[in-house]
Structures are given as C-alpha cells and as structure tokens.
C-alpha cells in the first residue's frame, strides 16, 4: 500500500506545482498592457492546464535522466518543465 499512497501524494504535488505556475504564470508573466488591456486569449484555467502538462513532462524527463534518488529534485524539475512549456505556449 505504501507505492500507492507515495504514487497519489505525487500526482497531487506535481498536478499542485503545475497549476501554482500556470496561474503565477499567467497573472505575473505579462505586463500591464496584457494583463488590462490586452485580455481575453488565455485564461487561468487554460494557463494552470499548459503549466500542468509542463511540470508532467518535467517530472517524467527529470525520472528519465536518473534524478530519482530525490523527489525533491524531481519537483524541481517540474517547475522547470513547466515553466519551459508555459514559455513555449506564449511564444517567447
């Protein structure tokens, strides 16, 4: 039962991490212009989701390149990978 319990708290914290970036992202990532003028393209919910498919992505490239021995550093590379994606997505 424990694999299950650590596989669950690990999709929560990684589906977390994503979202918290695509909405920082999102709110913080764009100047005034874009944020009071210029709305309408992209929302929070489309933002969190793109940041979610980047801090998936993250983590899984993190397992594949052999950061397992630390979760933490595989949590990093979630913000990474989803930033990375987020920075993609706009076009930047």
């Known amino acids: 039962m424990p694999i299950v319990t650590t596989a669950l708290a690990t999709l929560i914290i990684v ?4 979202a918290i ?9 764009r100047g005034w212009w874009g944020r009071n003028v210029a ?9 969190a989701l793109v940041g979610v498919a ?5 983590f899984h490239v993190g397992v594949v390149l052999g950061l397992l021995p630390s979760p933490l ?8 990978g989803a930033v990375v994606v ?4 706009r076009g930047r």
């Open 21 to 29: 970036v695509g909405l920082a992202f999102n709110r913080y990532g």
């Open 15 to 18: 589906t977390a991490i994503g």
């Open 39 to 47: 709305v309408g393209t992209q929302s929070d919910t489309t933002s």
């Open 73 to 80: 550093v595989l949590y990093l590379a979630a913000v990474v």
């Open 86 to 89: 987020l920075l993609a997505w």
């Open 54 to 58: 980047g801090a998936f992505i993250g």
